[in-house]
């Protein structure tokens, strides 16, 4: 309901705006219901059954919504198997590529591997058990406090990337 009053009170504000000129002579009707309907579309018998009032000299404006896309599939990217003839007729990819496709993966994966737990090495190490040593700026315990739990949170996360990288690499043909 308040809604449609909105609706009614925008539609009599952009009335005022436009010329007279260019609104669409004729009557308006305003039809019940839950989507309320105003339009000049209809029949004053049609707008008699479906209990329209009119609205006298307030043009309408119509504003269509776009169409949804159709679902269109992703675009090629550059370098992949299109133009480099590894794929086959099918559709499939030839084992040969597809092995070093994975070969590849396993690479990038084991670099990223050995970076992370270099990182969580180091992040165990100053964080030292749970008692890193105190920095000259933590004179208030609170400050040192805070500290060793972003240590220990971070630890936490590293530890998380680890195990994914390692189930990535798991998933990868030997």
Avoid at 36 to 49: N, P, R
Avoid at 98 to 112: I, P, Y
Avoid at 143 to 157: F, K, P, Q, W
Wanted: overall charge positive; charged content about 30%; hydrophobic content about 35%.
């Amino acid at each position: 309901m308040k809604h449609s009053f909105w609706a009614v009170l925008w539609l009599l504000a952009a009335g005022a705006a436009w010329p007279q000129g260019s609104a669409k002579s004729g009557v308006v009707y305003r039809c019940p219901g839950p989507p309320v309907l105003y339009t000049d579309q209809i029949s004053e018998q049609e707008a008699k059954d479906k209990h329209c009032r009119t609205i006298e000299g307030a043009p309408i404006t119509i504003v269509q919504m776009p169409k949804p896309a159709a679902a269109k599939p992703p675009p090629v990217a550059s370098g992949s198997r299109e133009g480099k003839g590894d794929a086959r007729g099918d559709g499939k990819v030839d084992p040969a590529a597809q092995r070093q496709r994975d070969s590849d993966a396993r690479k990038l994966l084991e670099g990223e591997l050995r970076r992370e737990e270099a990182k969580l090495a180091e992040l165990q190490k100053a964080y030292n058990n749970g008692e890193p040593e105190r920095q000259g700026d933590e004179r208030n315990y609170q400050r040192y406090l805070d500290r060793v739990g972003e240590m220990r949170s971070a630890i936490t996360r590293k530890e998380e990337d680890v195990a994914a990288i390692k189930r990535e690499l798991a998933k990868l043909p030997q």
